[in-house]
């Protein structure tokens, strides 16, 4: 079985430009979350969508968004991009959330260098 | 707000040499607490979800243990193939957001 994709995998963009990055979900899972990771640090929550709707926001501005598609799969946005948005953007899929009992599935992730 | 601290930040250990890892954590309200395992330019990769105080994991040389403030991971007579960066992390909300430490790397040497 797949697991979780992401892409691209790597990515160079300047300032001020948009990206969007990618993910599709292992088959079955409905929730998928995007993380972001900067060196040297934990992965630190961005957003969370099940059923297509977002249920969950980290503490991120709003150059961020998200979406989820009705095939689950989804898309990050980043608007306006600064250097600190370089980091490593990791998509994460699981069954049902909310529960505490779902275990996250991450895809390998998105290498973004802000430059 | 929900907090994971973890220690040491980095570990060395000649092969064969068991330590343990530390993660301590502050949550209103724990609903789990999950390790993984992150080599390199990866994704991170689930071990074990704990739920409860006393409550213990085990898989292959890991063993996960938890109490109201921590959880700790001991590695007995680690190999080289276990150097990764182990993260910890606990999910409190009605959501699934789940906050990470920064993880401690671990380097098994031969």
């Known amino acids: 079985d797949a697991g979780v994709t992401q892409s691209p995998t790597h990515l160079i963009k300047t300032r001020g430009q948009h990206v969007t990055l990618r993910c599709s979900p292992i088959s079955g899972h409905k929730s998928v979350s995007w993380y972001q990771q900067v060196l040297g640090q934990g992965p630190q929550f961005i957003f969370q969508y099940y059923e297509k709707e977002e249920r969950g926001r980290g503490n991120f501005p709003d150059r961020f968004s998200a979406r989820q598609f009705p095939n689950y799969s989804s898309e990050l946005n980043v608007n306006a991009l600064l250097l600190g948005d370089s980091a490593l953007y990791l998509c994460?899929?699981?069954?049902?959330?909310?529960?505490?009992?779902?275990?996250?599935?991450f895809g390998s992730g998105t290498q973004l260098s802000v430059l | 707000e929900d907090q994971v601290t973890q220690s040491p930040e980095a570990l060395r250990l000649q092969e064969g040499e068991s330590s343990s890892l530390n993660c301590s954590y502050t949550?209103?309200?724990?609903?789990?607490l999950f390790w993984y395992r992150q080599d390199p330019g990866k994704g991170p990769e689930f071990l074990f979800t704990l739920y409860s105080a006393g409550e213990e994991k085990e898989k292959e040389r890991l063993k996960a243990t938890l109490t109201k403030k921590e959880s700790f991971l001991h590695i007995t007579a680690p190999k080289p193939e276990d150097s990764a960066t182990y993260l910890c992390a606990v999910h409190s909300g009605g959501y699934q957001k789940v906050t990470f430490g920064i993880g401690t790397k671990l380097q098994v040497i031969p």
């Open positions: 949550v209103s309200g724990l609903r789990g």
């Open positions: 994460a899929s699981s069954l049902v959330p909310g529960t505490g009992h779902e275990k996250l599935f």
